[in-house]
């Protein structure tokens, strides 16, 4: 199993950028593929971003196309977002999670088996 923890969130303002961090500890890091999903209040989770136990491939929601940017780092450890750009539809809690199986671009939440425990982001305009 793999356990991970989030962070780098917080208040920004409308146009701002944020990293976003998740540290890994437990099984082998690079066996799995990650992703990060986002969830406002009221709704389910949604996938905004998803790469490959390699880091060579990466798969993104249409909504944050061309604005964020998912990679990883094995000897370290760790998967981050980088997010520009920013938008007050972008606010929510985000999470990272895993997969053994490497299904980097599958988008549905059932699909994931570990997950963080959330970092919250929030857009003001």
């Known amino acids: 199993q793999v356990q991970l923890v989030e962070s780098g969130g917080g208040l920004v303002q409308t146009g701002d950028s944020l990293r976003l961090s998740c540290a890994a500890t437990?099984?082998?890091?690079?066996?799995?593929?990650m992703a990060w999903f986002r969830q406002a209040p009221g709704e389910g989770r949604v996938f905004v971003a998803g790469?490959?136990?390699?880091?060579?491939?990466?798969h993104y929601a249409d909504s944050v196309k061309g604005r964020f940017a998912i990679s990883r780092d094995n000897a370290k450890n760790t998967v981050s977002l980088q997010m520009v750009n920013l938008k007050p539809e972008d606010t929510a809690a985000y999470f990272c999670?895993?997969?053994?199986?490497?299904?980097?671009?599958?988008?549905?939440?059932?699909?994931?088996?570990?997950w963080g425990q959330g970092t919250q982001v929030t857009v003001s305009s």
């Open positions: 437990g099984d082998t890091f690079s066996t799995y593929a």
């Open positions: 790469i490959s136990r390699s880091g060579g491939t990466t």
């Open positions: 999670a895993a997969d053994p199986e490497g299904r980097f671009y599958y988008m549905a939440s059932s699909t994931w088996p570990y």
